[in-house]
Every structure is written in C-alpha cells, then in structure tokens.
C-alpha cells in the first residue's frame, strides 16, 4: 500500500516556473515507476511525465518536453516535477501516480496508486 501527497501548485504566470513534489509512504517506494498526469476542465486525465524505479529511465509528453523535468529520491520517498517555461494550456491539476510495472507507463489505468492532486493555474 503507498499512499501519495502531492504539494508545490498554485498561480503562475506565463513563463515562471513551479516544482512540484509528491510525498509517498511506504518502505517499498522505491520499487515503484512513478508518473504525473494532469487533468484540466471538461477535459480527460492526460499523461504528463514518468520515471522508472531506479531514476534511470523517463518519459514525457510532447506537450512539456524540454520543459518539464521529473526526478525522485528514493531516500526521502519522493518524486519532483520541476515546470519550467509555463504555458496557459499548463492550467491543470495535477496527480502523483505509483506503479508497481518496473518499466514506467504512459497509461493511468497501469498505475495503482493516485495522490489527490495539486491545482496549478497560469495566468496568461
């Protein structure tokens, strides 16, 4: 059982930056990928970045590439989303996800465990 708690959202402008961070408990964190996803308003959960159990694999969407940079520690049971170079289409909230696949996913349905989300809004 891992349960996650995300922090670090709240209101940018377009162009800042927001690190956000994802607690998780349980002494197993570290046999776990973990992703962000994202979910506006009327719109669907939609998949934002992933990192392997180790750190040494990851994933991003299109959309935030080369913006966005996931990283964990495994010591402190913690992944980070550093947000860089912010955009009003960023306007989510955001979810902490853990899966128990060794490979990272890009598929919400493959994670097992979801945090309660943080709200992170650009102003335009």
């Known amino acids: 059982q891992v349960q996650l708690v995300e922090s670090g959202g709240g209101l940018v402008q377009a162009g800042g930056s927001l690190r956000l961070s994802c607690a998780a408990s349980?002494?197993?964190?570290?046999?776990?990928?973990m992703g962000w996803f994202r979910q506006a308003p009327g719109k669907e959960r939609e998949f934002v970045a992933a990192?392997?159990?180790?750190?040494?694999?990851?994933y991003y969407a299109s959309s935030v590439k080369g913006r966005f940079t996931i990283s964990r520690d495994n010591a402190k049971n913690t992944v980070d989303l550093q947000m860089n170079s912010l955009k009003f289409e960023d306007t989510a909230v955001y979810f902490c996800?853990?899966?128990?696949?060794?490979?990272?996913?890009?598929?919400?349905?493959?994670?097992?465990?979801w945090g309660q989300g943080t709200q992170v809004t650009v102003s335009s």
């Open positions: 349980g002494r197993t964190f570290g046999r776990y990928a």
């Open positions: 996800a853990a899966s128990t696949r060794t490979i990272p996913t890009l598929y919400a349905p493959q994670y097992d465990y």
């Open positions: 990192i392997s159990w180790s750190g040494g694999i990851t």
